[in-house]
């Protein structure tokens, strides 16, 4: 009989690790959210792995240039800001992240990357 206690204590325990592994990823997504909205832009120390929900921003092209269905709250978020006249109307740029005064800050940062 205790045998089958213990089996039910674990099943118990795992559905709550499970639960309480859901609860800290909503948390977790939900600070990420909050305090980096759309549009934010970090330094990333390298271009692999870049997380999901993100985009490199293109060095040395001026910024790079996206379609605005496909990314309607950046584009939301940048509108034209970074726009240097050449894009169509259904597209944006994304900031330059060569030029440091767009970024506002200097960094070592080896590329950008930017909250989708």
């Known amino acids: 009989m205790s045998v089958r206690i213990d089996k039910q204590l674990v099943k118990l325990a795992d559905r709550d ?3 309480m592994a859901k ?10 959210r909050e305090l980096l909205p759309t549009g934010s ?3 990333w120390w ?4 870049i997380p999901e929900g993100w985009l490199l921003c293109s060095p040395n092209v001026g910024g790079r240039v996206l379609q605005r269905g496909k990314y309607k709250a ?5 509108n034209k800001t970074f726009n240097d006249g050449s894009e169509s109307d259904d597209e944006f740029r994304l900031p330059d992240p060569d030029n440091p005064l767009i970024l506002g800050v200097l960094t070592a940062a080896q590329v950008w990357i930017v909250k989708t």
Do not use: G, H, K
């Open 74 to 78: 950046l584009s939301i978020a940048f």
């Open 23 to 32: 609860r800290v990823d909503e948390n977790c997504s939900r600070i990420e």
């Open 46 to 49: 390298t271009d692999l792995d």
């Open 17 to 19: 690790l499970i639960d």
């Open 41 to 43: 832009v970090i330094p």
